[in-house]
């Protein structure tokens, strides 16, 4: 399975950003496909998810201001819009997909820089 995740780059706080992540390969039973960030110096952590495409999941931090959805009805294509972007939403975001088997595909990361 390779992700391939596009859509980052330079944007001013208040800003709007919109991240895609496509699923290539062989894959079976996805549970779960959504986002990760990690700040320079932090851990990454969970941003947006979609759950058994149905339910979505989003870290305090971006309620409101973030929104996934899935790209296709074969659930392999996520998209994250990101709204009123703030500086600490800095970060390289990773596409990820997990399937009910327990196995982890991560993105290779596209970096999101929101700076005046």
């Known amino acids: 399975v390779q992700l391939q995740a596009s859509g980052g780059g330079l944007v001013q706080p208040g800003g709007s950003l919109r991240l895609s992540c496509a699923a290539s390969?062989?894959?079976?039973?996805?549970?779960?496909m959504g986002w990760y960030r990690q700040a320079p110096g932090k851990q990454r952590e969970l941003v947006a998810q979609?759950?058994?495409?149905?339910?979505?999941?989003y870290a305090d931090s971006v309620k409101g201001r973030f929104t996934v959805s899935r790209g296709n009805t074969k659930n392999t294509m996520i998209s994250l819009q990101m709204g009123s972007l703030k500086p600490e939403d800095t970060a390289v975001y990773f596409c990820?997909?997990?399937?009910?088997?327990?196995?982890?595909?991560w993105g290779q990361g596209t970096l999101v820089t929101v700076s005046s």
């Open positions: 990820n997909l997990k399937n009910a088997y327990g196995f982890s595909y």
């Open positions: 390969g062989t894959i079976s039973s996805i549970s779960a």
């Open positions: 979609i759950i058994n495409s149905a339910n979505s999941y």
